[in-house]
């Protein structure tokens, strides 16, 4: 049984250009969305455990989480979670707009 306490990298050779295919999830992308589901956890921060698991920045690894889910295939793997992470992206955005425009929310 894994407890999420041990990291183990997830560099499996898997190029961006190939981390997206168009009618399936690639392992990667299922591991992300594992690790979103479960990322509370690891020990220590979350920026670290993605340097550790993905082998990649927290600013990437951010990036291709939002093409992830906007993906169909994400929504048909995971819906709550994929829902989930949408409805925080678009607090955020909301939230982003509204400080710039000088509204409280």
């Not at 992300?32 to 956890?41: D, N, S, T, Y």
């Not at 920026?47 to 993905?54: K, N, V």
Request: aromatic share 8%; net charge positive; glycine share 4%.
């Amino acid at each position: 049984m894994n407890d999420g306490s041990t990291l183990h990298p997830v560099n499996e050779g898997l190029e961006d250009d190939g981390a997206f295919p168009a009618d399936l999830l690639s392992e990667r992308d299922r591991q992300i969305l594992a690790f979103e589901r479960q990322w509370w956890k690891y020990a220590g921060a979350k920026e670290q455990a993605i340097r550790e698991l993905f082998d990649m920045s927290a600013t990437r690894y951010y990036q291709l989480l939002n093409i992830l889910i906007d993906r169909p295939e994400a929504l048909e793997c995971d819906p709550m979670l994929v829902k989930r992470l949408r409805r925080m992206r678009s607090q955020r955005q909301r939230q982003r707009a509204a400080r710039r425009l000088g509204i409280r929310p």
